[in-house]
């Protein structure tokens, strides 16, 4: 199996039986595509942290097929998948937690909400997915709380001593606004916790739905974030990416009915997370551009 070398390089630096899983991935594809009857295409271009592959069921029917070492956050993804039922979101069509694979329906034509040109056109989309897919949070599934993830500030702290490569005023920053956020939420739901431009395609059943969600309970303010931190690395490359940013949480406030200081400091929140996790994944060029982003995020006034 020809696998890119960043694919490889990603897969052994995340996840602790990374080479193995590798080692093994090719039997594991077989047997799975043998097991719900597939025919598979070769997989799509620029992977990531999962095997992902366009096939074929076996009643002719387009389907996606993903794999990853067995983890907690792809139980997410699949757990999600099953609550949302495909309203919002590609239908989940089988899953084995225990294999790390999962099939769900492939979204034609496919395109990335990120070839429109239209910013307030996306945003309001976007606003609109994250309206269909909020849903109460089940009794019996436990989803990681924010203060889980955020848990990496305090991890990135202990381990350089301080703000380590992040400049100290941005990350205290960060540090605060998460500890006031955190302590004054709303009513926490299921969210998506990935919701941007490349995670939503248009289909041919609604016209956008999304894909990948992370699975996080929190309440319904943070699923803004992740959408202002994108298109990466475009944003950076608009004219007035701080004009951009300030309009988007304007449009959110106004669609949504949120306060704007949530939107945006749970922006700078997330922004400076993503950095920790970047330094802490060896991850230079994403570190940077989440790190202007905060930078310009944290110079908008609401």
């Given at each position: 199996m020809n696998l890119p070398d960043p694919f490889r390089s990603t897969?052994?630096?995340?996840?602790?039986?990374?080479s193995t899983w590798l080692l093994e991935l090719?039997?594991?594809?077989?047997?799975?595509?043998?097991?719900?009857s597939l025919t598979l295409e070769p997989p799509f271009l620029n992977l990531s942290y999962n095997y992902v592959v366009p096939a074929a069921r076996s009643d002719g029917s387009d389907a996606v097929l993903?794999?990853?070492?067995p983890n907690p956050e792809l139980c997410c993804e699949m757990d999600s998948l099953?609550?949302?039922d495909g309203q919002g979101a590609a239908r989940l069509l089988e899953r084995?937690?225990?294999a790390g694979a999962l099939l769900v329906e492939r979204l034609r034509p496919g395109t990335m909400l990120s070839t429109l040109e239209d910013d307030p056109a996306m945003t309001s989309i976007a606003a609109g997915i994250m309206r269909e897919l909020w849903r109460p949070l089940p009794k019996k599934r436990a989803f990681p709380s924010l203060t889980r993830w955020f848990a990496a500030l305090t991890e990135h702290r202990g381990t350089h001593g301080g703000s380590g490569p992040i400049p100290s005023r941005l990350f205290e920053e960060a540090e605060s606004l998460f500890t006031e956020l955190n302590a004054?939420?709303?009513?926490?739901?299921l969210l998506h916790g990935d919701i941007h431009h490349f995670n939503l395609l248009q289909a041919e059943r609604a016209p956008w739905l999304a894909i990948d969600p992370k699975g996080l309970a929190g309440e319904r303010e943070f699923d803004t974030a992740q959408f202002l931190l994108n298109p990466c690395p475009h944003l950076l490359e608009m004219p007035d990416p701080g004009q951009i940013l300030g309009r988007r949480i304007d449009q959110f406030a106004?669609?949504?009915?949120?306060?704007?200081?949530?939107?945006?400091g749970w922006g700078i929140a997330n922004a400076v997370l993503s950095v920790c996790w970047g330094v802490a994944h060896n991850k230079p060029v994403d570190s940077r551009y989440d790190l202007a982003c905060s930078e310009i995020l944290s110079k908008i006034r609401v």
């Open positions: 897969v052994i630096a995340t996840y602790e039986n990374g090719p039997d594991r594809v077989r047997d799975i595509a043998g097991h719900w993903k794999l990853g070492p099953r609550i949302y084995d937690p225990d004054s939420q709303g009513e926490p739901v106004d669609e949504l009915g949120f306060d704007r200081a949530r939107i945006r």
